[in-house]
């Protein structure tokens, strides 16, 4: 009887919990359609700009190039009439919209469209301004290109529970007298259609100021839509035999402060005045060429 008496009164008090719970509602605010523009320049080339719309939380968002049936949500992403202008204090380039001519011979590329430059060549040291109107609407930004690092040496090294595969590492050298940042991107010849960047490829020097370090190369992922399956690709990691061309990217604190944010972060620092989201990015950039994956 005494276990009966227990068991109706746990009974009771979980009736009571759930009889006093409600349904919990977040918030998320009132959604604002801001323009989201992301912009390149580098040394020894021409700046290049995509532009799209930031999309409310919960809105589906479908990015695949591949599907026919999803152009018009594309061309619905990506803002088409924008005005864009660089300029370096002295001169001024005006970007021209274009469709990345590798969608045209059916490579997966992203972004499928951009405004592109054809008169400013990037130049170390040298601070370039962006100006982005949209309906009316300015957005301004600048950034400057870093002195760019080159690589100690690179070495393959293979995989302890694997014969087919490995990781790439490189031996890097910082520079003591002022902070550096710094980010990588891997581009696999006869694989990749472009640099992607690799997995935990940002970092800042405040650890190994004026340090020689060694860096593990990770290989980024692709979206599932535009990774090509005939590889057998392990994610992160390079099969025996791949040859790789690493781009290794220095940048200025605010460029960092953007992609350093955007990783898990739900205050992300745009260097983009005006109301936009987004970066406009320099790279002091050094490409290590090609390197083959080999014990």
């Known amino acids: 009887m005494q276990n009966l008496s227990k068991y109706i009164l746990s009974l009771m ?21 801001k323009p989201v523009i992301e912009g390149y320049i580098e040394n020894d080339e021409y700046a290049w700009v995509v532009i799209t719309r930031n999309q ?20 619905d992403i990506f803002v088409l009439d924008a005005t864009v202008v660089v300029d370096d204090g002295n001169n001024y380039d005006t970007l021209k919209f274009m ?9 997966l590329i992203w972004p499928p469209v951009k405004y592109q430059g054809n008169k400013i060549i990037g130049e ?18 600048t950034t400057t290109i870093t002195k760019p690092l080159t690589p100690d040496s690179l070495w393959f090294k293979m995989d302890i529970e694997s014969d087919t595969t490995g990781i790439v590492h ?6 003591p007298t002022e902070s550096n940042y710094y980010r990588y991107f891997i ?5 990749d259609d472009y640099y992607v960047p690799g997995f935990m490829s940002i970092w800042d020097d405040s650890f190994f100021n004026g340090l020689q370090f060694e860096v593990v190369v990770y290989r980024g992922s692709l979206p599932s839509y535009l990774r090509d399956t005939t590889y057998n690709d392990v994610w992160s990691k ?31 620092k745009t260097n983009i005045s005006g109301g936009a989201l987004g970066v406009w990015c320099g790279y002091g950039v050094h490409y290590t060429g090609q390197f083959i994956c080999e014990p």
């Open 99 to 107: 469709i990345e001519p590798g969608i045209l011979q059916g490579k």
């Open 238 to 268: 390079y099969l025996v035999g791949d040859t790789v061309d690493i781009k290794v990217a220095t940048m200025d604190r605010n460029s960092y402060n953007f992609w350093r944010t955007l990783d898990g972060s739900n205050q992300v």
């Open 187 to 191: 581009k696999r010849l006869g694989k």
């Open 170 to 175: 490189a031996l890097i050298t910082d520079d």
């Open 13 to 33: 008090i979980i009736l009571f919990f759930f009889s006093c719970s409600s349904e919990i509602e977040i918030d998320t605010g009132e959604f604002i359609s």
């Open 124 to 141: 170390v040291g040298h601070s370039y301004n962006l100006t982005v109107t949209i309906d009316e609407n300015e957005y301004f930004a």
């Open 56 to 75: 409310a939380f919960f809105e589906e968002l479908n990015l695949d190039i591949t599907d026919p049936n999803n152009i018009q949500n594309l061309l």
